[in-house]
Every structure is written in structure tokens, then in C-alpha cells.
């Protein structure tokens, strides 16, 4: 009812065009577009494939929208065919499908196989949501994305993104088509039942982003930087995960992953130990993210350290 101000359009209509969708949507965080989101386009009805590493935030706003879920083998494309398959062949004339997966998983640090995914959900058919967090900045020209980058905008129903990570201002939002915001603004329960971010958030998204948009360079150093990490840690017999500039290297047991984040962050590094129930039961990991401006130096050294740290 109240705190909507001008400038928020003005932002929605920069982002709308940055990725070339037909709209954009604000939100409060990360969390709330993509509960919100979720849990207001699935219905009971539906049917949801949503892949077993995706953030809490899908898991609790598909729990809010009731639908089936069939929970995906990660990035597994048979998988995912065969439960479109059998859901397609029991489908009613009111009954969605709809396919949830993150374009780059922020605790493995691979990309979803999206080109195949949006194939395979035009085959059946389905829709597709993507959450773009952990690529918003930091892929395609103007960092628009992996969506864009691949040339799936016109062929995915919405992509979330966060302003909490590569693009550093508070909020999150929703890009997708000009129908599905007005939908959002008269049914998410997510929106309309907050409080409206200030307008000078608004103000800084505005001046955050020709910043982003134009620093490719960042971009290309970010990716190299990533390469050259994982290559000083395979020359140190250490196995990193993903192959992007989220580095996890999995441990196994709690009890490991705490005493190496607790000896490098004594030694400085902010690396931190990730363990259930934020990833499966034998999987506690350190989870080491490259920054663009890391110098080869700094990358070495917490290699080393880190190497230290798993002796």
C-alpha cells in the first residue's frame, strides 16, 4: 500500500533492459524473490522437478506452494527426462510442470547444464526457473548472466537474482515477463505484505550498475583468477570441486572442515567450513570464493595455507 517511489521504476526498467526481458520486479533479498516467486506461480496442482543442490530458499518456497516435487539427481539430465516423462503422461489440463534449478550452485561451483534443461522442458512441456545468484555479475559481456549469455532469455519463465553478492547493494529481483510482475505485484504475498525497500537502495542499484555492466575487465580476471587458483591446488595434489570461481574442496567429516577453516582463518584467510545441513551428511567442505581482484601472489598463498591446513 505504501513505498513504492519512482526511482524503483526507473531501476526495474534499467535491469528489464540489461537482460532483455520484459520486466523486472525488486524484492527484499535473495531469499524472499525466490520464496516469493515460487511459492506464488506453483500451485498445488503442479508438478516441480527442483535439483537436490539447490539453495534453502527454492526448497522452503516450493514447500509453500504445495506442488509434487520430484527432487533431481544433481544436473542429472536422465533423471530429470524420465520424471518429465512420467509426470507429462499423468498430466490433467490444469496441472504445471515446471523445472527449478540455479544456472551456478553456490556450494558445488558447477553450472546446471541450462541449454539441455530448457530442451527437455520444450519437449514435455515445462517451465523453467532459473536462479541466477551466483552469476549475476559475473557472466556475459555486461555480466548479465548465464541466461543471457546462452541465448535462453525468450525461453525460461524467470530468473532471480540477488544484489547481496557481485553487484554488493541490499535487495534482490525477478526478471521475466511483463504478465508474470503483474502478477507478482497483486498476488505475492512476499511483496506486498513487507516493507518497501528505501529509495535510496534505489539510488545506489542505479549507480551500481553501469559499474558492473561496463567492467568486463573485472570479469575476465575474476575467470582467470578462478583457472589459476585450481591449477596451483591440483599442482598440490589438493581436488577442488566445480570448475568456476566458487572452490569447494570436500573434506568429508564436520570435524575436518572446522579445524582447517579454524587454522587458516587464524592464518588469515576468510574461508569458511560448510557442513550438514547445508550440504549432505559426509560432505563437510571448505568453500573458497576468487574475487577479481586477487593478485597471483594472494591466490598462491592461500593455496599453501590451505595445503597446510589438510596436513
Not at 555479475?137 to 555480466?143: D, K, L, N, P, V
Not at 570436500?250 to 560448510?274: K, W
Not at 560432505?283 to 592461500?302: C, E, K, M, Q
Request: glycine share 10%.
Amino acid at each position: 500500500m505504501r513505498g513504492h517511489h519512482p526511482l524503483w521504476d526507473d531501476v526495474e526498467d534499467a535491469l528489464a533492459a540489461w537482460h532483455g526481458a520484459g520486466a523486472a520486479l525488486v524484492m527484499n533479498s535473495g531469499y524472499v524473490a525466490n520464496e516469493g516467486l515460487l511459492s506464488t506461480v506453483i500451485e498445488p496442482d503442479d508438478w516441480v522437478a527442483s535439483d537436490e543442490s539447490n539453495h534453502a530458499s527454492i526448497i522452503d518456497g516450493l514447500r509453500l506452494g504445495k506442488a509434487e516435487r520430484f527432487v533431481l539427481r544433481h544436473s542429472d539430465l536422465n533423471h530429470l527426462e524420465s520424471g518429465l516423462r512420467t509426470a507429462h503422461e499423468r498430466r490433467s489440463p490444469q496441472r504445471q510442470l515446471f523445472i527449478v534449478v540455479e544456472s551456478l550452485y553456490g556450494m558445488e561451483g558447477d553450472a546446471a547444464p541450462l541449454a539441455e534443461i530448457v530442451a527437455l522442458a520444450e519437449r514435455f512441456p515445462a517451465q523453467v526457473i532459473v536462479d541466477e545468484a551466483h552469476a549475476t555479475g559475473c557472466f556475459g559481456a555486461s555480466g548479465s548472466g548465464l541466461v543471457d549469455l546462452l541465448g535462453l532469455r525468450s525461453r525460461v519463465l524467470a530468473t532471480v537474482h540477488t544484489g547481496g553478492k557481485a553487484l554488493a547493494v541490499p535487495g534482490a529481483y525477478v526478471a521475466g515477463g511483463a504478465l508474470l510482475k503483474d502478477y507478482l505485484v497483486n498476488r505475492c504475498r512476499h511483496l506486498i505484505f513487507t516493507t518497501a525497500l528505501p529509495p535510496a537502495i534505489a539510488a545506489w542499484w542505479l549507480d551500481m550498475l553501469p559499474r558492473v555492466q561496463q567492467d568486463g575487465a573485472a570479469r575476465t580476471r575474476l575467470h582467470a583468477n578462478a583457472d589459476q587458483f585450481r591449477t596451483i591446488l591440483a599442482r598440490a595434489g589438493i581436488s577442488a570441486g566445480g570448475n568456476h570461481y566458487i572452490v569447494p574442496i570436500v573434506l568429508g567429516e564436520d570435524a575436518g572442515a572446522m579445524g582447517a577453516a579454524t587454522s587458516l582463518q587464524a592464518a588469515g584467510y576468510d574461508i569458511r567450513a560448510i557442513r550438514p545441513p547445508t550440504v549432505p551428511e559426509g560432505t563437510a567442505r571448505l568453500r573458497v570464493s576468487i574475487h577479481a581482484d586477487h593478485t597471483p601472489d594472494a591466490l598462491a598463498a592461500a593455496a599453501a595455507a590451505i595445503a597446510h591446513a589438510l596436513r
